[in-house]
């Protein structure tokens, strides 16, 4: 079993519409999220970092953990077609004394929204 | 505000030959990190440095593959005598002295093609 696990897509959806990407794990040392975007050729871009459990909103998106379930997911609301790109969930682990460098990717979702 | 830099954008190399990939951080992080994407597969932590330090390097492959963060210089990502498996985007991270270490940005990647 993967350590991380996310659906590749291709998601297609209208603009406007709420978009929910996921991610599980297995490992319950992931204490750290975080949710990346990269478009087509470039590299990945941080979008949003979470380590608790609940929801932490950022303008149009929101990004919501569950670590009961190990399930950690990315609405994005009124999508919009500059949206389109492949979203990208990461983790690390707790370290004694600071944070863990060693991100564990998904291996990303690809979304197109079509205007 | 220049951003972390990569390069060359792409590169390509014939089997045996050497390849040398450049990364100049976000100016003032003094964390690099190297990562590597294989077609179809999410991105892998390859190896973590500081200032002529080399932190942790357990994701690298044991021959052929070398990183470097000299004092003075970009870092640098050395694989010699390359295989076709070794096709792939290498992407840069950094962050700076005192933050989270897995708050990190990243470059725009080197697409490597062996032939």
């Known amino acids: 079993q993967k350590e991380v696990e996310q659906d590749p897509g291709p998601l297609s959806v209208p603009e406007g519409a709420i978009v929910s990407l996921n991610c599980t794990y297995s490992?319950?040392?992931?204490?750290?999220f975080m949710w990346y975007r990269q478009y087509s050729r470039k590299g990945p871009e941080l979008l949003m970092y979470?380590?608790?459990?609940g929801n932490k909103e950022d303008g149009r998106f929101t990004a919501q953990v569950d670590k009961s379930s190990k399930y950690i997911s990315l609405f994005i609301r009124d999508s919009q077609p500059s949206d389109s790109a492949t979203y990208l969930c990461?983790?690390?682990?707790?370290?004694?004394?600071?944070?863990?460098?060693?991100?564990?990717f998904g291996k990303g979702t690809l979304l197109t929204v079509n205007p | 505000n220049a951003g972390v830099m990569q390069n060359p954008r792409h590169l390509v190399r014939r089997r045996g030959q050497e390849a040398r990939l450049r990364c100049s951080p976000v100016?003032?992080?003094?964390?690099v990190y190297w990562y590597r994407q294989l077609p179809e597969e999410g991105l892998k932590f390859m190896v973590y440095?500081?200032?002529?330090?080399?932190?942790?390097e357990s994701g690298m492959p044991k021959e052929r593959f070398s990183a470097e963060f000299p004092k003075e210089g970009p870092s640098i990502l050395r694989i010699q005598q390359v295989v076709r498996g070794d096709s792939a985007a290498y992407f840069c991270?950094?962050?700076?002295?005192?933050?989270?270490?897995?708050?990190?940005?990243f470059g725009p990647g080197t697409r490597l093609t062996v032939l």
């Open positions: 991270a950094s962050s700076p002295l005192g933050h989270r270490t897995d708050t990190q940005y």
């Open positions: 490992n319950s040392a992931f204490q750290y």
């Open positions: 979470t380590y608790s459990s």
């Open positions: 440095l500081q200032k002529e330090n080399i932190i942790d």
């Open positions: 100016k003032g992080h003094s964390h």
């Open positions: 990461a983790m690390s682990a707790s370290k004694s004394g600071g944070s863990n460098y060693k991100l564990t």
